[in-house]
């Protein structure tokens, strides 16, 4: 029921013209081999692509696939997750690290989190999908999404 449109909605969102791309063209496009040196000094313009990406939206998820079709268990259940809380798919945008090996590794070096996917909430990094699946049994997520004002709102009783 709201998985299909979280879904259908994420990926309109994910269409945007105001969302930095990460496709074939970008910055992102290039494949590289670096050095382990190079791999620690995240470069400014790749910094800034993921400063925009985070503020393109309220929930920011970078995921290996899309969310219509997550390429991992962990990026299906940080999906799952994100459902079940009842995120507004308005309030929400996925990007596809597998798209792009240049985010893949830059997106890593930025949070200082070796793991994907990773979740933004109100450019606040929240971590990964363990993260997110404790904070989801505690009930924390709730509390801070609720907080954050990205939950869907219930219709008013008339």
Known sequence: MFSRTLFSTVSRAAARSAAPRFTSGSIFAAP????????????????AAIDKAIASAPVVLFMKGTPETPQCGFSRATIQILGLQGVDPKKFIAFNVLEDPELRQGIKEYSDWPTIPQLYVDKEFIGGCDILMSMHQSGELAKLLEEKGVLVQAEEQQ
């Open 32 to 47: 590289r081999i670096l050095s382990p040196l190079q791999a620690r000094l995240l470069s400014d313009e790749t910094r």
